[in-house]
């Protein structure tokens, strides 16, 4: 069971960024997905939650309205679509996976037990 984060780089403020969360060994439509952050010197934040089974989607105050997950059921891919990115959006971006969740909310966004390595992503003019 594996996840792997991609899709980071550099982006003016202002712009937009499309991170993929990669699954293999399980099919990831029976776990809930979430994205998490940190930044340097911060405690890590849930930013994004979609459900299993075509269950809800979470986004916390912070970045609501300017960020979407989809899946791709396909390619056993999860995407997190981030717009109007602002310099404190920088941060180290993991997505994460677990099937004893099947529902999003603030709370369960703390029991998330798969884990892939993050990617970069900095917003800087």
């Known amino acids: 069971v594996q996840l792997q984060a991609s899709g980071g780089g550099l982006v003016q403020p202002g712009g937009s960024l499309r991170l993929s969360c990669a699954a293999s060994?399980?099919?990831?439509?029976?776990?809930?997905i979430a994205w998490f952050r940190q930044a340097p010197g911060k405690e890590r934040e849930g930013v994004s939650c979609?459900?299993?089974?075509?269950?809800?989607?979470y986004y916390p105050d912070s970045v609501k309205g300017r960020f979407s997950m989809t899946r791709d059921y396909a390619s056993n891919t999860v995407y997190l679509e981030m717009s109007s990115l602002r310099p404190e959006d920088t941060a180290v971006y993991y997505c994460?996976?677990?099937?004893?969740?099947?529902?999003?909310?603030?709370?369960?966004?703390?029991?998330?037990?798969?884990w892939g390595r993050g990617t970069l992503v900095t917003v800087s003019s």
């Open positions: 994460a996976a677990d099937e004893r969740i099947v529902a999003c909310t603030d709370a369960t966004m703390n029991f998330f037990e798969i």
């Open positions: 060994g399980f099919t990831s439509d029976y776990y809930s």
């Open positions: 979609i459900a299993s089974r075509g269950g809800n989607t």
